[in-house]
């Protein structure tokens, strides 16, 4: 029989793929100086290699600690998590991660925030350089190489900054309420360049955010987590074609999704409608 081309992570079947995230156990406590503050409690999570999970949940619940302590950024108190069956307790090199604040240099021009990565990893500049270029390019940001970050727009800096956490093609992107602080429009174009960059760089994708649409949107499964101390309440699976479009939010299975979720979020008491 004839030999058949592989196919990529982000392609195949999410039964068929490989677990690239397994979270056990896990609980997190801060010493407050009013005591102990517990952040996050028994969290158990396993991502597919390639698969788009969002993170929604309300201000509070440990979401962007659950993301840190992913990272490598943060400590672990009570059970682990593997990347690649390799226990995390330091600095994770694989990972790209994206802020809501884009925290770019201001006296470096967009490409050379970008290169920051390739320096830091003391990476070959010529090929770094091609790549950044590239990367500009896909989010139609090539004739704005040169302009420092005052001269570009909140989503310009954005992409800018979504561009060097992909510099060095890392396997797993973490992005915490990347597009948070945008405004409607510019938020919807950046789903779709995120989308189409996730398409083309065959990522596994862990995204924080707050908006019940843009997690529908964007995931192969959306995780609700509960009030603090943050749980996982429930797992939805988004059963939505891929390309995603922006028309796609206006069909009964996408609208359905967002009734599901809201009563989920009504139903732990995050939603109060009284007046």
Same mark, same amino acid.
């Given at each position: *029989? ?5 196919? @990529?992570?982000?392609?195949? @079947? ?11 156990? +896990? ?16 969290? /158990? ?21 659950? +993301? *840190?302590?992913?990272?490598? +950024?943060? @400590?672990?108190?009570?059970? &682990? ?22 925290? +770019? ?7 050379? /925030? ?10 070959? *500049? ?15 940001? !090539? ?27 890392? @396997?797993? *992107? ?21 989308? &189409?960059?996730?398409?083309?760089? !065959? ?52 609208? !359905?999704?967002?009734? !599901? ?15």
């Amino acid at each position: *029989m004839p030999a058949t081309e592989p196919v @990529p992570a982000n392609q195949a @079947p999410h039964h068929a793929r490989a677990d690239h995230i397994a979270i056990t156990g +896990l609980s997190k406590t801060f010493n407050g100086r009013q005591g102990k503050v517990q952040a996050l409690q028994d969290i /158990n999570l396993n991502i597919k290699r390639g698969e788009f999970v969002s993170v929604l949940g309300p201000s509070g619940c440990g979401k962007s600690t659950l +993301l *840190m302590m992913l990272s490598g +950024l943060l @400590p672990t108190n009570v059970g &682990r998590i593997m990347v690649d069956n390799k226990h995390i307790d330091a600095p994770n090199p694989d990972a790209g991660i994206v802020f809501q604040q884009d925290v +770019l240099l201001e006296w470096r021009t967009a490409l050379q /925030n970008i290169l920051i990565q390739a320096e830091i990893r003391k990476s070959d *500049m010529t090929e770094a350089k091609a790549r950044a270029r590239q990367l500009l390019k896909m989010v139609s940001l !090539e004739d704005f190489e040169g302009s420092y970050p005052k001269e570009l727009s909140g989503g310009m800096r954005q992409r800018v900054s979504i561009c060097r956490a992909l510099l060095h093609k890392p @396997p797993l *992107m973490l992005m915490d309420e990347p597009f948070g602080a945008l405004d409607a429009m510019t938020r919807d174009q950046l789903q779709i360049d995120l989308l &189409r960059l996730c398409a083309d760089n !065959e990522m596994t994708v862990f995204f924080i955010t707050h908006s019940i649409p843009e997690a529908i949107f964007l995931s192969d499964r959306v995780v609700v987590m509960s009030p603090r101390p943050g749980r996982i309440e429930q797992i939805i699976d988004i059963d939505l074609p891929r390309p995603r479009r922006l028309a796609m939010r206006e069909e009964p299975k996408f609208i !359905e999704y967002t009734r !599901e979720l809201t009563k989920i979020f009504q139903g732990l008491g995050v939603f109060r409608e009284e007046y």
